[in-house]
């Protein structure tokens, strides 16, 4: 037994099965108990060694890791919010120990808000668990955790042409144009604004943004249309690196008391500066432009994102349609129902089959 004593406190030091060497504190003073604590490590050890035990993992290790390796994240801070609040509940307790029941008993007691946050409280919980699981091989299965908004509705929210039109005139100069190219290319708020002369080719109709910068952190490349050219060349030589600006500035944020006026007076409502990005790709998918295409316009990552604008088009639909092969041909019934002695001055009654055909 390799026990020994530094500044009255008990240390030990044990080679593994697999050949490491582990020293480390016992954390008393007491060499009865720094018995026990060497002897149940050893017996650990060879548990894991040749049962092929997993060790256990605390929430603490756990939560520390998620951080370190999603330091790119966008949402990050919201992340650290939601983990800080969690290890105030979790903290010292492995992961074995946190299951279904006692995430959904401290989200129900102590968070009082709508059922889309707790979702997101959820969701951080969930995330670290299936990456504990299916990366980091600390744990052997994923807590079912409870979901609390059902049948959640994606929300859709686009303008028409001449509702656009009216906006932009109510709109400041300024502020026009930057409106003016996120209809005319799809970008996000922060990757308008952000736009520098850098990434813009106007020789090639194209535009970059940059890996990290986008929502799916990969890189996109942004085909310009006449419209978008138009903005870019009215813009150039305002600044020298910034594409949108105000007052000699980069331009900061759109989303200002001026654009909400601006919203009021064109008689517009339940918008957001974000839903010019919807209302960009519902435009495109009601000139019929095809649902992958759109995909790799909007830089989306899966299909399932694109297909909340599906029911914009449906021209690709129409030839199935026609397959149906009913013709309600009435007149020849009436003269059917005539000939059998029907009163055909009297309105025509449906059988139950047309009925059921036609509901």
């Known amino acids: 037994m390799a026990l020994w004593k530094r500044a009255n406190t008990y240390f030990v030091d044990i080679t593994a099965p697999d050949g490491s060497r582990i ?40 939560a520390l890791r998620w951080l370190k390796e999603k330091e790119h994240k ?79 509705k994606v929300r859709v929210r686009w303008i028409t042409h001449e509702q656009a039109r009216t906006l932009l005139l109510e709109l400041p100069e300024h502020q026009r144009d930057v409106v003016v190219f996120a209809l005319s290319t799809g970008l996000r708020q922060g990757n308008v604004l952000g736009m520098t002369w850098d990434r813009i080719f106007l020789e090639r109709r194209s535009a970059i943004v940059d890996h990290g910068d986008t929502k799916n952190a990969d890189a996109l490349g942004v085909a310009l249309n006449d419209i978008a050219v138009a903005v870019l060349e009215r813009q150039q030589g305002k600044h020298k690196t910034a594409v949108f600006t105000y007052r000699g500035e980069p331009l900061r944020s759109a989303n200002t008391r001026a654009w909400r006026k601006a919203l009021v007076r064109a008689g517009i409502t339940n918008f957001r500066w974000h839903d010019l990005r919807h209302t960009w790709a519902s435009w495109l998918r009601q000139a019929g432009v095809a649902t992958w295409v759109l995909q790799e316009l909007g830089g989306w990552k899966s299909e399932s994102m694109v ?52 509901a």
Not at 321 to 342: I, K, N, S, T
């Open 23 to 62: 020293r480390q504190t016992t954390g008393t003073t007491d060499r009865t108990k720094a018995k026990e604590y060497h002897d149940k490590l050893k017996a650990q050890l060879w548990d894991l060694s040749r049962l092929k035990q997993k060790p256990k993992r605390t929430w603490d290790e756990a």
């Open 74 to 152: 966008k949402s990050l801070r919201d992340d650290v919010q939601r983990i800080r609040w969690f290890t105030g509940h979790l903290r010292g307790k492995t992961l074995d120990q946190i299951d279904r029941s006692l995430v959904d008993g401290l989200i129900t007691k102590h968070i009082h808000a709508t059922d889309r946050t707790k979702d997101l409280y959820v969701a951080i919980i969930r995330g670290i668990f299936r990456i504990a699981m299916r990366e980091w091989e600390w744990v052997d299965q994923i807590p079912a955790f409870k979901t609390y908004e059902k049948n959640r």
């Open 307 to 358: 297909r909340r604008y599906a029911h914009m088009s449906t021209e690709h639909l129409q030839p199935y349609a026609d397959q149906l092969g009913f013709e309600p041909d009435l007149d020849r019934e009436r003269v059917r129902r005539a000939e059998g002695g029907y009163d055909t001055k009297s309105p025509t009654k449906l059988t139950e089959n047309e009925l059921r055909l036609v």
